[in-house]
């Protein structure tokens, strides 16, 4: 033996600690796997020993590797075996190696319950506190329903640091196991009362955890963490303690009255960013519950604004966007107190963060009126000139049309002034993924709108021309969508369809959905224009459209989107029967009393109305359809393969295909080179744009710039002036119109004042469609979301903590009646059998007792009695036994 010891220790000198293992890998960069695989081999064999600290050496390499991403899980009988060492630091490393490996659904925990608890009720506060640690890391439901009453015991120990670690540790198992709740909530909140503020701290934290999600299971906990927040010091606990009462402050607004004062106290007197930060938080939830019962709330408001303000203009960026996040809550109650800081939101948007940026973009949306909404995307448009960062402006002028559209274009006054808005967006130099926003919203101010309608088709149809008369896209192509579909639908509000058919029969190559709306609205705006020549009767010009179109359209024939293709074959025979009739007209020689662009018209006649959202979903299923049901047989297993080849190679050419369709092309000879040549430099000499080069001074190229031609450029494309939109000159005139408003009133009414929504109604009042369409019998209020998630552990805790327990089933409950009974009857039996031997023995004595008890009566008479014993229950030995 004494030589097997020996041995080993000489071998332990040469084994890798974790100190080498480190350091090796330093020094194998190049070759990091394969030594971490000879290092596996080392440390499997040191498993395979029998002295525990050469395992946990082992153990040690093994958890530094976890931490790399490799695999240990092969390992764990043996992090068992260490943890269940009796030395102290050698059980800390296999702890530690627990609590990286081991999950909750390990299937080895179920060796570890025995050795948990034996180690939970160690004498070694050190052992304890271990295990606590370890086990709140890999906590099953069996560990928590075996361990929860050792821990449990654990709150009344001695020592402060088991105890915290304890309290701490009941959290992990009221999660896993909720049944433990009702029983261990007596001491938890004695906890909260311990000396030790360590202790106290911990037990804050677990219930305002619990309380975080059923708050209202804690309504009666509030005296006592009203008395913790008056009289502690401690930041942290006092932020978790505000943070509570902001969530049971909506439960019982009594409360939110006594909490203004102390904190409006702590917001003057606190100089920690963190804890003003929640106190402004809870005022501003307590001031929303009791605002109608508060008189002076106005002041607490504009308190917790002026701090917030010092946050804003902090160079911290994370305490400058806690105040925008404290802001825009305060906005949505109280917008008159944020609206006056307008200004410093609006320096937000100057910020280098972008998170900054984008919370200053959600505060705008909330301080928008009537009054200032063309100030504000004024502004807003010019910082999206400058900034940087395609996702932050997709979300600037995501946020622009937000601002504009809330509420059913609650704020615009001007719609010509929103349409001019949302051209201008759509002619922005710069690759937006926005362009569907922008061009949804025109569809529906549209279709909203009835009175803007011949402006904004008007603008659509500007759109268009420019669209068709450049080669470079100047506008985002989703709007090409609804300004097709607008100048078809509302054709007839047009001032010149012909000239808007031109234009769009001069499209691209465009998206699929896009090229498909652009070949269905010709056919409407055809329908228009053929009215107006067909009352003329102007045959010709009806003719020669439906050539220009059949040309159109046979282009989009070949391609190779279905969608295109079969819209463009459909209007192509649509315009076909057209020209037929139009034909059979034209050798008639008279008019015919029904118009063949009536019978075209009638294709398109109806007015749209918005749909509203989840319409489709509400749509009731026709009785006997079955969605489930095959609409055609699969096809069965016993067709033969060449089948399926020949169905997967329909598309799809082979080598052999291609072999025969290559072509030779063959190499040009010199003569061919030489031709071409000259051919090339007889265009460059004609050609007055090509810069030519020559040997000549410049003097003789200063004589001859009087003989340079002069090419017209003929630009159909409006100019643009830098610096200078068509959207401002509507602002200029509500400028004009508040200067106006302003003096006739001082000269009327001196003494009388309006509101800012009153001087804000400028313009004429424009009518906004807000009926949705929905199938008959449904409703817009249906919900179709499911609240909650079914896997939250904090739902099984809502428990109601006042209610004595209730049993899991009523079997239980009527099996624990019965053997209630079965108590009750065991005691009268015992009772009766102790009376039946006893009276044999007393008879004698109980006549003397009666006689003593009458005198003792009469003389005791006029001496009080309290009664405190029976209430509680206790009782005194009577003289007989004594």
Known sequence: ???????????????????????????????????????????????????????????????YLQMLGYDISWAGFNIIEVMSSSKFTLKRIGYLAASQSFHCDSELLMLTTNMIRKELNSQNQYESGLALTSLSCYISTDLARDLSNDILTLLSSTKPYIRKKAVLMMYKVFLKYPEALRPAFPKLKEKLEDPDPGVQSAAVNVVCELARKNPKNYLSLAPVFFKLMTTSTNNWMLIKIIKLFGALTPLEPRLGQKLIEPLTNLIHST???????????????????????????AASIQLCVQKLRILIEDSDQNLKYLGLLAMSKILKTHPKSVQA??????????????????????????????????????????????????????????????????????????????????????????????????????????IRVQAIRPFAVSEMAQLLDVYSSTSQFTIMQEVLYAAAWLCGEFASELKQPEKTLRAMLKYK??????????????????????????????YGEILGLCDDICLKLGESLKSGELEVQERSSTSLIIVQIVKEEIEKVMEEEGAKENLVSGDLLALFMGELNPVAPKAQKKVPIPEGLDLDAWINEPPDDSDSSSDHE?????????????????RYQPEPTEEEIRKSREARKYEQQNNPHYLKTSDVDKNANDSNIDNIPVAEIDLNVPLKVVGQKRSDKYLNMNAS?????????????????????????????????????????????????????????????????????VYESPVKAVEAKEEEKKVKKSKKKGEKEGKKKGEKKSKKLKKDKKEKKDKEGKSKKKKPTSGYEEALGISTPSKEFQ
């Open 341 to 446: 800081h307008k200004d410093l939101i609006l320096q937000c948007l100057e910020d280098k963060d972008e998170s900054i940026r984008l919370r200053a973009l959600d505060l705008l949306y909330g301080m928008v009126s009537k009054k200032n909404l063309m100030e504000i995307v004024k502004k807003l448009m010019l910082h999206m000139d400058k900034a940087e960062g395609t996702i932050y402006r997709d979300e600037l002028l995501s946020k622009i049309i937000l601002i504009c559209s809330q509420n059913n274009y609650q704020f615009v006054t001007n719609f010509e002034w929103y349409v001019t808005v949302l051209v201008e967006l759509a002619q922005m130099e710069f690759g937006s993924k926005q362009g569907h926003v922008i061009g949804a919203q025109l569809m529906d101010v549209c």
């Open 509 to 538: 190559s465009l998206p699929q959905h896009i090229e498909a709306v652009f070949i269905h609205n010709i056919i409407k705006l055809f329908a228009h224009v053929m009215r107006g020549y067909e009352e003329e009767g102007q």
């Open 271 to 297: 100089s920690a960013m963190s804890l003003l930060y929640e106190c402004i938080n809870t005022v501003i939830a307590v001031l929303i519950t009791i605002s109608s019962g508060m008189p002076n709330h």
């Open 646 to 662: 020949v169905l997967d190679n329909l598309f799809i050419k082979t080598d052999k295909d291609f072999g025969n369709s290559v």
């Open 737 to 805: 119109r508040k200067k106006t408003k302003k003096k006739n009133k001082k000269k009327k009414h001196k003494n009388e004042s309006s509101s800012d929504e009153e001087n804000a109604n400028e313009g004429p009042v424009v009518e906004v469609k807000r009926d949705l369409e929905l199938p008959e019998g449904a409703t817009l209020s249906d919900s179709d979301s499911s609240h909650g998630h079914v896997d939250d552990p904090h739902r099984a805790l809502n428990i109601d903590l006042e209610l004595p327990p």
């Open 1 to 63: 033996m004494a030589l097997k010891k020996v041995k080993g220790n000489i071998e332990r000198m040469f084994d890798k600690n974790l100190t080498d293992l480190v350091r090796g890998i330093r020094n194998n960069k190049e070759n990091e796997a394969k030594y971490i695989s000879q290092c596996m081999e080392d440390i499997k064999q040191e498993l395979r020993q029998d002295n525990l600290s050469v395992k946990s050496n082992a153990i040690a390499k093994l958890t």
